[in-house]
């Protein structure tokens, strides 16, 4: 539940459902526990179809493309699962442009 004031009244609200509870006067002591900062490592990283950043690492005659069976393409990882499970390993085929992934 979440903190807010609503028509002049503190109230908790239910992020997921939308339920309100009014809060009681003498309850109306609320603070917060964990405050989330982002840094540089966290902001979103784009890879654009037509553009390959030069900075992607390549793979040569290590992992061949399913599509067109080239031996190079460019590979990077991404945690796309929870916190506790191994990050994803995408390729992109530097000959045809397929992009697929690998759960580790």
Do not use: S
């Not at 840094?39 to 890879?47: N, R, Y």
């Not at 690492?57 to 599509?67: A, E, G, I, Q, R």
């Amino acid at each position: 539940m979440k903190p807010k004031k609503i028509d002049g009244k503190d109230v908790y609200v239910c992020p997921k459902c939308g339920y309100t509870e009014e809060v009681e006067p003498k309850k109306n002591e609320y603070k917060i526990v964990n405050k989330i900062k982002h840094g540089e490592k966290d902001k979103l990283i784009i890879v654009d179809e037509n553009k390959i950043p030069e900075t992607l690492p390549k793979l040569k005659d290590v992992v061949y493309c399913p599509k067109c069976g080239n031996n190079e393409v460019y590979y990077w990882t991404m945690q796309t699962r929870a916190a506790d499970e191994p990050p994803t390993r995408f390729y992109k085929c530097t000959k045809c442009g397929y992009v697929w992934r690998e759960y580790e």
